[in-house]
């Protein structure tokens, strides 16, 4: 059995499949994915998968080593993250026991050392370039030569070239298992691209934004080119599941497709709890295992991944590995909820960028999601969630240019990436009708959130005073803890919290030398 992992980055639940199972407004009723969707209907959908953490270095960590990401030492944090070798991780695991690897693109990082969850350098294969990371950049830029489309097929055959080099490198007779990891979903994009590029019309969004980002043309046009990408990424794998039929290989092989949080730049988005921050696409097949057209409710965090891959495998998992395997689930025949055990998923957060706030210190934050409500623990009420404003919190603050806000994460608020919803939102934050969207996205937050997902799927309203939700906050607070002391969580086992402390927090030299 081989193994194909598709992983985008910055990749939410964008595919159009998800449509056929959200309401008239849904987002995804607006593109078309028929290459995730042929892995769905193939095989299974997920509609509950989060990841263990909304920030690429701990949600990867977290991944490849089938642990939650606190468990994974400076693996838990962004910047400043270094891999600590003695940590099992599923890809390498598979090649003590003969598996051919190998990866393209992003796996692991920043950090240090770059992919080594992975085999690092040793196992990339990028010998027809990484220019799909930038998609819509490159795209546009090389159009104005060559035009639209054979723009587009210069970046396809990179991704095919780089999958051929991998593939032609593996001895006769081995299984393999590929990490395919675009990052072009991640900030940024060339404006305009999502209708230049792919022909989606930013005014069809209307009246299907989330409540809490401004229905204007400006943020429309922003996720408009944000679907651009996520088409371009289920275009180039589209190119992979060609190679794999040409080669004989597509139904000996395992695939599975997601991504390592939601939308970037966005108020909520990723570096969030909130389910635009955590909620992820997820697709499986695997034919003689998995029956088609399945679709799955049960509560799947990513890192469940790297114990389901072994066990797959045939191979022993290591019991460092925290997560549960999907097996079970992939092998039962029945679709909604399978296991009764998979109500739930926990999700958290600490360090993402160092010098978001004075002493370099995170914003931690831990939260329990079951399918009725999202329940989240600010552990520190007093910092600031998305950064400091820089004196952005005061009304009459000049803000930076819309120019840097749009470029340069690090101006203000700099755990949300630039965009140009971010620099719409803060040169319009002091009218009526955006101060209350600009205080849910911004602004400081309480100690604990309660939302009631079935009356409020944005999060608009927090309940977590109200009387009528105490149980119901008490009982998810007990379910939270739980977890969190029996998987040994710092932020709740140890104090002084190892998270608070060089070299998890604190400037970077301090662990850089």
Known sequence: MNILFAFADDWGRYASIYAEHEGPDSINKLISTPSFDRIAREGALFMNASVPAPSCTPCRSSLLSGQYFWQTGLGAILLGAVWDETIPTYPLELEKNGYHIGHTYKVWSPGKTANAPYGGKRTAYVTG????????????????????????????????????????????????????????????????????????????????????????????????????????LDTGLGIILQRLEELGELDETLIVVSGDHGIP???????????????????????????????????????????????????????????????????????????????????????????????????????????????????????????????LDNPNTVPPSYEDLHWKTGVAYAEMDASPTKAWMIHHRNEEEIKPLFRLGFGKRPYEELYDLRKDPFYMENVADRSEYSDIKKKLNVELMEVLHKQQDPRVTENPCRFEHAPYAGPLQAFQR
């Open 129 to 232: 370039g990484a220019n799909f990371g930038k998609f819509s950049h490159h795209a546009t830029k090389r159009a104005q030569e060559i035009g639209i489309e054979a723009a587009k097929r210069e970046l396809l055959d990179e991704v095919r070239m780089n999958f051929d080099s991998f593939m032609e490198s593996r001895p006769e007779g081995k299984p393999f298992c590929y990490w395919w990891g675009p990052t072009n979903t991640h900030r940024s994009w060339e404006q305009g691209s999502g209708k230049a590029l792919w022909g989606l019309n930013p005014d069809d969004l209307m009246g299907r934004l989330p409540a809490f980002l401004p229905d204007v043309p400006e943020v429309r046009e922003d996720v408009c080119d944000y679907l651009g990408e996520c088409l371009a």
């Open 265 to 391: 730049g966005m108020p909520r988005g990723k570096c969030n709890l909130y389910n635009i921050g955590c909620e992820v696409a997820l697709a499986m097949r695997w034919p003689g295992h998995i029956q088609p057209g399945r679709v799955i409710d049960d509560f799947v965090n990513l890192m469940d991944l790297a114990p389901t891959f072994l066990e797959a495998a045939g191979m022993p998992v290591p019991e460092s590995m925290t997560g549960r395997s999907l097996l079970p689930v992939l092998l039962s025949e029945i679709s909604g909820q399978v296991d009764p055990g998979r109500t739930f998923v926990v999700t958290g957060r600490e360090r993402h960028v160092p010098s978001a706030r004075k002493g370099e210190l995170p914003y931690p934050q831990r939260a329990i999601r079951t399918e009725e409500y999202l329940y989240i623990i600010n552990f520190e009420p007093d910092r600031w969630p998305m950064g400091a404003p820089r004196g």
